[in-house]
């Protein structure tokens, strides 16, 4: 699914709904277009991503990528979509889980994100949760607004964080790992600074001080860019790759009695069965 156009490599996700590619000279921008999901990574928009990722890996004219969101949000984290009806059952025996594939696309994505030989820059307003905290996690600079919440909540709904756990675990270090997933954690975008999750934080509506980021970002040379890329990746290893892995993980915690429970409770609004309050746990 890649054409050509005016010599640069163009992904047809530029014409699909759920995800806006506009380029402006060597910067392109990538935009998860679901607000009414908080776009939310469906198939199509893992699926986009996908060719996106494999068209900008072939073009030497492009030196910026953005990944952003529509709508005052970032990424909501996984759809569920068509699956829903297989959350806390049990596969049949001989049965192919259809979960595996959809989970395993989605490793896909955060290693070829991980894998670009450009600058990968992550905008962030509002939230970026589950996945999106991934996709985060596979960026080279994060800017976020002040209003941006950063968090990974899959085990309180009773899930495994599986297919980002290597990407958080790289990027954050493996005590901050620990207590991010272990615990589900949400950072505001102050905390995200800190712990060096995210890079800058600006107004939401200060286009000047993302001018200024690009105008900055833009001063290193692309062939160099690729160059240390590639070099930092051979001094730290590649991200261990748990596609496999994760996506059994992923796939038996979604078809769990605990994920039925952890999901049902997140629907009402309501602490899960495993929650102790203070009393119970006095």
């Given amino acids: 699914h890649l054409v050509q156009d005016d010599g640069h490599c163009q992904a047809a996700a530029k014409m699909s709904s759920t995800l806006l590619i506009e380029r402006q000279g060597a910067v392109e921008t990538w935009t998860m277009n679901d607000p009414a999901t908080r776009n939310a990574l469906s198939d199509a928009v893992v699926d986009d991503l996908l060719q996106a990722c494999g068209c900008a890996a072939q073009d030497a004219t492009l030196r910026i990528v953005v990944l952003t969101g529509a709508g005052g949000a970032f990424c909501a984290g996984g759809s569920l979509g068509g699956f829903a009806s297989l959350i806390g059952q049990p596969l049949q025996n001989g049965q192919t889980d259809p979960l595996l594939g959809m989970n395993r696309g989605f490793g896909d994505l955060l290693h070829a994100l991980s894998a670009l030989p450009q600058l990968l820059v992550c905008r962030v307003d509002g939230a970026a949760m589950g996945g ?17 919440v950063l968090g990974t909540p899959e085990v309180t709904l009773g899930l495994p964080p599986a297919q980002i756990a290597p990407f958080v675990w790289q990027r954050l270090g493996e005590s901050a790992a620990r207590q991010c997933l272990l615990q589900g954690l949400s950072y505001t975008a ?26 900055r970002l833009m001063r ?39 994920a039925a429970q952890g999901l049902a409770a997140f629907a009402r609004k309501q602490p899960a069965p495993w929650t102790l309050s203070g009393k119970d746990s006095a």
């Fill in 190 to 215: 102050a905390q995200a600074l800190q712990v060096g999750l995210v890079h800058e934080v600006i107004k939401e509506d200060n286009d000047a001080a993302w001018q200024q980021t690009l105008t």
């Fill in 220 to 258: 290193a040379a692309p062939g160099a860019v690729a160059s240390t890329k590639q070099l930092l990746r051979q001094l730290r290893g590649p991200v261990p790759d748990l596609r496999e892995a994760a996506a059994q993980a992923f796939a038996q915690g979604l078809r769990s009695a605990e």
């Fill in 132 to 148: 999106g905290f991934g996709l985060v996690c596979c960026a080279d600079h994060v800017v976020a607004t002040a209003r941006s």
